[in-house]
């Protein structure tokens, strides 16, 4: 489990998203989402995206343990929080994401009943590798009327929740950047970060860029220690209070570049 549950309380229900096995043979449970009872943990359903899923790390050279599987992967661990939206009407939805980018949507009052399973990004549903080097890997976000998933080299991409289908998709002027990162939204606005270190702030109505700032370079921290941000590759922006906090320097996946900085964001 890569990522916090979900709390249901009209089921009185914990959604939580799995990720693969590293012994065959793998469950069903693995690489989904599973339902569980809030009081006493017992199971109520599971949906799996990607069956038959062995995978364990440091299998990739020559000298291999007994221990690795054969054979070994996709690797395609639900590694974001299912999103719980109520939609116009009072019919709910539970969505999450795919690492070769796919969107599905769950009734979690029909038992996880699969309502759709869609690639955004143009992709084959139901793929095991990205498409064009989309991947959703550590969470979306719900606004006023869209949710939102950064989407590897694909790019932030809002879709309708009702259908999966995308409404609009934001694609920084490079090319050589990704957008995994969780993105937050507050009224009219949606923040994602990038792996070259740029933050932006895009139209939650249009994905229009409203502003942009490059994280990756030196700062002198408030207090003292030398600083330098990096690539943004997992958690998302914090808003609170007012401000917008962002931490910079993600350097553990391929193309990122690490860094030591929180950073603080005001108002003009």
Request: hydrophobic fraction near 35%; proline fraction near 7%; aromatic fraction near 8%.
């Amino acid at each position: 489990v890569w990522s916090a549950p979900t709390i249901d309380p009209v089921r009185r229900a914990v959604y939580f998203g799995t990720g693969d096995a590293t012994t065959a043979p793998p469950p069903k449970t693995t690489d989904g989402i599973m339902a569980v009872d809030m009081d006493t943990g017992k199971l109520l359903w599971s949906f799996q995206a990607t069956p038959n899923d062995v995978f364990m790390g440091g299998c990739g050279g020559k000298n291999k343990s007994p221990a690795c599987p054969e054979p070994m992967g996709p690797d395609a661990d639900i590694g974001n929080s299912p999103i719980l939206t109520t939609l116009p009407g009072g019919r709910r939805v539970l969505t999450a994401g795919t690492k070769a980018g796919d969107v599905f949507g769950l009734d979690p009052d029909m038992n996880g009943k699969l309502l759709y399973r869609v690639n955004p990004a143009g992709g084959e549903p139901g793929g095991t590798r990205s498409f064009g080097g989309g991947d959703i890997l550590w969470g979306g976000a719900t606004g006023l009327r869209y949710t939102f998933y950064g989407d590897g080299s694909a790019g932030l991409m809002a879709i309708d929740p009702a259908t999966g289908q995308r409404v609009w998709q934001f694609k920084p002027a490079t090319g050589r950047t990704l957008l995994i990162a969780a993105p937050t939204t507050i009224p009219g606005v949606v923040f994602e970060g990038a792996t070259d270190g740029m933050l932006y702030a895009v139209s939650e109505t249009d994905g229009k860029l409203l502003w942009s700032f490059n994280t990756a370079r030196e700062f002198d921290a408030v207090n003292k220690v030398p600083a330098h941000g990096g690539s943004i590759a997992s958690t998302g922006a914090v808003v609170a209070g007012g401000m917008v906090y962002i931490g910079s320097g993600y350097g553990i996946t391929n193309g990122s570049d690490g860094g030591n900085v929180l950073l603080a964001f005001a108002v003009n």
